[in-house]
């Protein structure tokens, strides 16, 4: 902001330079002079207001990325291609700082009501943004840092993922943030160490999850170096992006030796000690954690923080009892239907009974080989070749990033965790990546396939992600700006939206929709059961299991998934519910005008915004759409 306050004062001096180019003193008017009033500038219109603020907005997105070069990494700018974050708590206070006097200077430089609609949601949305910091503020130490998927996991996925690796200088990069992973896992430990000592501690399991990951990363060469010990996951990738450089005439050999024997040191000598210091501290604190799982009500302040978690994940005010309510009144609705299709199937024995057939019978299973995981792979590109062909009957805008199906790294994989999505980079230059768990495809059900590839592919959030990040229209920040009811209410929405797309032929196939529905129905219930009800692990499966067909390992994978991440899991189904519920108004009060195309775009052309914004625009389309008829 300092650049902000010392720019007048620039130009003040550039004007003072060229009066003084002119004349060695003073100016004086002429005796004839006669002093005119000063003509004032024209109001800038509505367009000219807001395209002031798009190039400001810009501009501050531009300053706030400095904080986060993984994040410049992720969207495909080398800027500090050799910096990780800095994860202090001194850090996340400069930029909150940061954060609240650019929305100071916001509010001091433009004029809301002189905006148009669209500029006054970039408005709303960059306010939003300190809102939420701000809220978060007394919370930070409950987050459970080094669970399943920390940054023990996350700090070499995202080097294997996203650092490539085209020059030289790339390659120095990639040494240099290995040689600050140390840093970065001290300062996360010091403040996993503060919160264990205000009794803020992850269930006991989450230590476990932390200790696999860990020994994964570390284990073979160069952290360990015996005869016949493959190469580590860091060292693989390292030693194959450098190896490439040599075959792209980018680096000599006895240059890579070089890059090697220092990527080697670092990795088995600081990187080994600062994942040895998180393993033993784990190892030691796991002892005082609750031998029984329990939620966030266990924690200090734990009934306030969880309004804080259900309000960061819905966008909405909604209570605990409230949500329950709509989980409950959901997990009813879809048990109909699920009786219908059972019925179309030929199946004759009860719900439950089907439950356990489609549960338990090997038919529905790939084996559990390779063969067996590439012919999952397959299908599931299948099933997205298929989907995109209807693409344009629904969607005006398409994206241009390609995506790709593949199975999770073997340093992270874990039985029955659920599949995911990685965006791919803004330009294209990185394919959004469909990631599936394949080690024990016992928990990965054929009748689930086709759902979770429309929901993680296209039309969901492959579709919706890289949509977003192509726009052109809206300040940047926006294009990657993410509420995870939106984002996850897209997916939910597009595994709904695909049967009318011509989706589901196959009945088990539709059942597996519905099992995908009831799945984030459930979540409803049990999380918010876990976190405000103090139901214990076991009641939580056993209600997941007594309503869905889920495998069992999948089911204990996600209830423990719940624990560790309180509230997330009710932001997929209240916003799928939120986008039902403007499509079901737009559809009423338009009638035959409806246009799908037009609807979707309004949808998925802002980015990810809150569902009050969302239900706002769409309104705005209605009325703007009807008085267009008028």
């Not at 580590?232 to 000599?252: C, H, I, R, Y």
């Not at 969880?306 to 605990?320: G, I, V």
């Not at 599931?380 to 062909?389: A, F, P, R, S, T």
């Not at 403007?582 to 775009?601: N, P, T």
């Amino acid at each position: 902001m300092r650049v902000l306050v010392l720019l007048p004062i620039v130009l003040l001096a550039a004007c003072d330079n060229q009066s003084s180019n002119q004349s060695a003193g003073p100016a004086e008017a002429p005796n004839n002079a006669v002093e005119q009033a000063p003509v004032e500038a024209p109001e800038p219109t509505q367009d000219e207001e807001t395209a002031n603020l798009t190039a400001w907005l810009d501009e501050q997105y531009e300053q706030q990325l400095a904080f986060s070069p993984q994040t410049r990494t992720t969207l495909g700018d080398k800027t500090d291609y050799g910096e990780l974050d800095d994860q202090s708590l001194a850090a996340l206070d400069e930029e909150l700082e940061w954060l609240q006097s650019s929305v100071a200077s916001m509010r001091e430089q433009f004029e809301y009501d002189r905006l148009t609609e669209d500029g006054k949601l970039s408005w709303d949305m960059w306010l939003y943004t300190l809102e939420q910091a701000e809220a978060a503020l007394p919370w930070r130490e409950h987050a459970y840092i080094f669970g399943r998927g920390g940054p023990h996991a996350s700090l070499p996925t995202f080097m294997i993922t996203y650092h490539g690796v085209e020059t030289e200088q790339d390659l120095a990069d990639y040494v240099s943030r290995l040689r600050q992973m140390d840093d970065v896992l001290y300062q996360l430990l010091d403040r996993a160490q503060q919160s264990a000592a205000d009794g803020i501690r992850q269930p006991g399991f989450a230590y476990g999850f932390a200790l696999e990951e860990i020994n994964r990363v570390t284990s073979g060469v160069p952290f360990n170096s015996n005869d016949g010990t493959p190469n580590s996951p860091l060292w693989a990738d390292f030693q194959g992006k450098a190896e490439a450089l040599v075959e792209a005439g980018e680096l000599t050999d006895e240059q890579l030796q070089g890059y090697l024997g220092e990527a080697r040191e670092v990795l088995a000598g600081e990187v080994m000690n600062a994942y040895q210091a998180v393993r033993q501290w784990l190892e030691q604190d796991q002892q005082f954690a609750d031998e029984q799982s329990r939620g966030v009500w266990a924690l200090p302040m734990g009934d306030v923080y969880y309004e804080h978690r259900l309000s960061r994940m819905t966008t909405l005010p909604l209570t605990a009892d409230e949500i329950h309510d709509i989980g409950l009144a959901e997990v009813e609705r879809l048990l109909g239907e699920m009786e219908a299709v059972k019925q179309q199937t030929g199946f004759t024995g009860s719900l439950q009974e089907f439950f356990v057939f489609i549960r338990e019978d090997e038919q529905f299973y790939y084996p559990n080989t390779e063969q067996g995981r590439q012919d999952y792979l397959d299908i599931n590109n299948q099933y997205l070749d298929n989907i995109n062909v209807q693409l344009p009957q629904f969607f005006g805008r398409l994206p241009q990033a390609p995506l790709v199906v593949r199975r999770v790294e073997a340093f992270r994989e874990q039985d029955g965790a659920a599949q995911h999505y990685f965006p791919g980079s803004p330009d294209g230059s990185r394919p959004g990546i469909f990631y599936s768990h394949m080690s024990d495809m016992s928990s990965l059900a054929k009748w689930q396939i086709e759902n979770i590839a429309y929901h993680e592919g296209n039309p969901g959030h492959h579709m919706q992600i890289s949509i977003q990040q192509e726009l052109t229209d809206i300040p940047r920040f926006r294009t990657q700006y993410f509420t995870t009811a939106y984002v996850e209410g897209w997916g939910l929405y597009s595994e709904w939206l695909a049967l009318e797309m011509g989706g589901y032929e196959d009945p088990y196939s539709n059942f597996g929709r519905l099992t995908g529905e009831m799945w984030r129905a459930i979540r409803l219930v049990v999380d918010t059961g876990i976190h405000a009800k103090q139901w214990t692990e076991e009641q939580a499966v056993d209600y997941f299991l007594q309503n869905s067909p889920i495998p069992e390992s999948a089911v204990r994978s996600e209830v423990q998934r719940y624990f560790a991440n309180p509230g997330q899991a009710t932001a997929y189904k209240i916003g799928m519910m939120n986008i039902q519920q403007a499509r079901a108004r737009a559809e009423e009060r338009m009638g035959s005008e409806f246009d799908i195309r037009g609807f979707h775009d309004v949808i998925l052309g802002a980015g990810g915004v809150p569902m009050p914004m969302m239900q706002e625009r769409v309104d705005r389309w209605i009325e703007e759409s009807l008085s267009a008829e008028d």
